[in-house]
């Protein structure tokens, strides 16, 4: 009974931001977030939001000022729409409890204010970018919400699961920390495999002049590895002259686009692209 009860009131507690009466959510400990916040200090977090925004204020405060609240914007939010359309997942109300009040307070917000900005902009949002297509002024709410992402990245304050995504991008070049020796590896296996059914069929690593390179999702090679050994069939029987990179970059996803980490993104591009050059394939074929 009493753990029913320690239950039932679990379920019932709720967060009120002090900042925003409205904003009211179920408590949803995230270690990314409760404890990161925890080495913020005001000028740390003041020198961030000024670098970030920079010179941008006026242009965001162009948004904010030509947005006449027609609501086009909520109605194109999944957020919105499957919160029974609360007011406060409304793409506008993310930038007017986000942004719209660092700006307001000259970057002087507290570590609680960085908590409840990265809870909006990286779990009540998806950077899908419906708000900015559906507005009939084009005001590019998105990318405002990107860069309170970006403030929240340098600021270390991201949830944990984004947080090991982004973080295995920056030391390994894929979003699985998969090493370049498991990559290989994985390759050879999945060729072992294919080859009980098909005898003269390969996993070609690294064949020049290609005229297709594959580019996998790190998930691939690591919890889905038959798709490694399926594509393999499928080029195969199509007759395709195809080829995997043997070094970084491999993996086509990009977990530092999502929270706007610019240096790991050039990297990442900038991988494949050698790769493609060094190959001289014709062609990248990505899984997404
Ligand atoms: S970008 Fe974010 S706020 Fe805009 S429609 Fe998509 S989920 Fe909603
Ligand atoms: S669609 Fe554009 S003008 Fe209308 S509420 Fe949204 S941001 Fe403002």
Not at 59 to 78: D, F, P, S, W, Y
Not at 124 to 145: A, K, Q, V
Not at 182 to 191: C, F, I, P, R, T
Not at 250 to 261: A, E, I, K, L
Request: net charge positive; proline share 3%.
């Amino acid at each position: 009974m009493a753990v029913k009860n320690a239950v039932k009131s679990a379920v019932k507690e709720k967060v009120i931001s002090k900042d925003f009466k409205e904003y009211i959510r179920d408590v949803n400990p995230d270690v990314g977030l409760d404890e990161t916040i925890k080495r913020l200090t005001p000028e740390k977090i003041e020198k961030t939001i000024k670098a970030v925004i920079g010179g941008r204020s006026s242009r965001i405060k162009a948004v904010m000022n030509t947005c006449i609240h027609c609501g086009l914007c909520a109605e194109a939010c999944q957020w919105y729409l499957s919160n029974d359309k609360d007011p406060t997942y409304a793409p506008v109300a993310k930038m007017r409890m986000t942004i719209w009040e660092m700006i307001k307070r000259n970057g002087k917000v507290d570590a609680e204010f960085i908590k409840q900005c990265a809870r909006i902009v990286f779990t009540e949002c998806n950077i899908c970018h419906r708000c900015s297509m559906y507005c009939p002024y084009g005001l590019d709410i998105t990318f405002i919400i990107g860069m309170v992402r970006r403030i929240c990245f340098l600021l270390g304050v991201i949830p944990q699961r984004q947080l090991d995504q982004a973080q295995a991008h920056i030391v390994t070049l894929n979003q699985v920390w998969l090493s370049q020796n498991d990559w290989l590896d994985v390759l050879q296996w999945q060729e072992e495999e294919v080859g009980a059914d098909f005898k003269d069929l390969r996993v070609p690593i690294d064949r020049d002049g290609a005229e297709v390179m594959w580019l996998p999702l790190g998930a691939e090679p690591k919890t889905g590895t038959y798709h490694i050994e399926r594509t393999a069939k499928i080029m195969y029987a199509a007759g395709v002259n195809w080829t995997l990179p043997s070094k970084d970059v491999w993996d086509s996803s990009s977990m530092s686009m999502f929270v706007r980490d610019f240096v790991t993104m050039q990297r990442i591009v900038r991988g494949l692209y050698d790769n493609a050059a060094r190959l001289r394939i014709k062609k990248m074929v990505l899984t997404e």
